[in-house]
């Protein structure tokens, strides 16, 4: 089945221990798509300039990704980004940003994009973010991830655009922000309160939590201790150890596009299982992401990689590891 | 077999958002005897002053800790600490600190701890943490814990020990400072280098990873590919997630009491799998101890809870869910 991203299409300068590279192609859009087209079918949705040219196509074709919804505005420029990591590899660096074509950006769908079976929202402005979403009248599943720029900016269109959607990916400091719950069970249950019934709660080198809605009476609430009848369903997968992150720019993106990508090839997105795979794959296609600049390592990778990783998650994280 | 714990027993008043306690009973010899207790035979040493009594001693008999080697010193008074904790849970704010008869703590073993089969170093000097482990020559294994201060006061002194030790538990930002390497793969990898065999790097609200060195030429190594070379295994445990944690203090003594005790009772203390599991005792001795104040909750916790979290830990890391 079909999958939407609509978000940034940039050129990012990112500098390094490991080394630097000028106006390589970036964007959360970018990075999503790419990841997300080893599952299924992804068009792109964003607004690029006169600098964007027949190389930064060929990354995306070169993937099999649909760009006829990429919108040229002539005598624009593409959004810019510069930034530089030190050797914690968890901050970035902003050094400069220079929105072009991107802040003024007004979401044209196409028919082919409208009709897409499911959707992900990339870090817009949330008022953005709806009027896609209310375009978009036939989607299987919604997803968007957003920032704390717009919990402390435009909180209450945040929470209205979040009630639309299915699936929330945030930083877990975000979804602390936005509920203003340091809790993170409870913090993740107040989001799915809102609507959506998957909250995926990012945590950079910590790997990523997922949350969903308890079956309740089901048989998995009987086992439970009453000292955990919190409603919420748990799984958790660490990120893959990787001696050498050369540019983390993209991570998360590309674990939201594997992760969707994934579960938009699945019949029924929200079973268990079909999550806890999607979360790994997500996990698998952010840690190539970082292992080189930009897209560079997506951009020529293969299934038998990808497979290959989804194999190695299931060692680090099984309590009976295989025979030696 | 036997384990035996050298550290600091404790009087405790902490504060949280869920309440205070006055003088609890606490200390990381303490936490840890109790967590470890539920698995094998624990010995604890460790000063206490005139103000430590019966109530006290009834806490560790009740879970069968034997007390022989606890020093009792007459006329002083047992080390006590005052802390409180915001609703963010990770950082505890110290209020008080008197150290009493720890600080001149010079740790006198009786035989039947120098020869104990197993032995832990909770967090004290290092120079102190050595001349135990000079004392227990019959040592199958032996573990420690440090903190920052001796990282930043005492680091000479603290390489030395932890050459002669065979397991390490730290807080991965002290494992990164005392190696000065940001990457945790690389920074678990140079303490290995160091003696140890095993790290466990402690991540608060994250869980936990373990890092032991990797087979090297066997199965395991070919299967991997040429990115991931680094000559370390790895497996990573989430915490046990809670939608109310009402106290922290002592959760790193005690998932460091249920790994060291599950493994004392193993045969062969090095093996992957019984490290794995080792992994999730401490995780679930851990998620237990924070639930309530102090010791409280461990202290009449039973072995078909501990069995029960144990399996949920399952349920929450794996891949492949359980059918509903």
Redesign the interface.
Known sequence: MSLVVVGSIAFDSVKTPFGERERMLGGAAVHFSLAASFFTDVRVVGPVGDDFGDEQYEVLHGRGVITDDVEHVAGGKTFFWKAHYE???NLAHTEDTQLGVFGEFEPKLSEESRSADNLFLANIQPDVQRGVREQCTETRFAGLDSMNLWIDTARDSLLKTIAGVDLVFLNDAEVRMLTEQ?????AA?EIMDMGPSVVVAK?G???A?LFTRD?GE???AD???A??R?G?S?????A??????VDPTGAGDSFAGGFLGYLAAQDDWQD??AL??AM?YGSVLASFNV?EFGTERVARLTRD?ID??F???????????AP?
Chains 1, 2 share one sequence.
């Open positions: 050797y914690d590899m340091p809790n993170l069970v409870r249950r945590q080198e910590y790997g939590a079956a089901g048989a998995q086992r439970r201790s000292e955990h919190s919420v748990f799984f958790a997968l660490p893959f150890p990787l001696d050498t992150v268990d299982a806890r795979r790994t292992q990689e290959e990783r194999e190695r998650f299931r060692e680090i994280t099984s309590l009976e590891p030696a």
